[in-house]
């Protein structure tokens, strides 16, 4: 525990700050999928999540919100352990209506306690 003061005088404890910035920045691992995808066709992607803290996370979903296509993806929930990792394997169908260009997908992986979110750019063709 590493004390500091706020820049009010109030004394700090700076390991609760760490803990909770572990698990924002470290529940999210890389995002597997095609490069591009084609309208009507069925595609995946494919989520690592890290438990990277040391304790277990109970009832964690992954989410997938593309925008402009009005897609919208979720798993079952799920329980991870303390420093362990799972991935999530996420099928869906591009709309046969889709234009091509480049759409920004919204992955989130959260419970009640803990979220993360990263942004990809899914690309039709």
Do not use: C
Not at 28 to 57: A, C, T
């Amino acid at each position: 525990m590493v004390p500091f003061y706020n820049g009010e005088g109030v004394l700090m404890q700076s390991y609760k700050i760490f803990f909770a910035m572990v698990l924002a920045f470290g529940l999210i691992g890389m995002i597997r999928g095609l490069d591009s995808f084609v309208p009507g066709d069925v595609n995946y992607m494919l989520v690592n999540v890290n438990n990277e803290g040391d304790k277990d996370l109970d009832d964690l979903k992954v989410s997938i919100f593309i925008y402009d296509l009005a897609v919208v993806l979720k798993t079952s929930q799920f329980d991870l352990d303390d420093h362990d990792t799972a991935g999530k394997l996420i099928y869906w169908d591009v709309p046969k209506d889709a234009e091509p260009g480049d759409y920004w997908a919204r992955i989130t992986v959260s419970n009640d306690d803990v979220r993360e979110v990263k942004h990809r750019l899914v690309t039709i063709i």
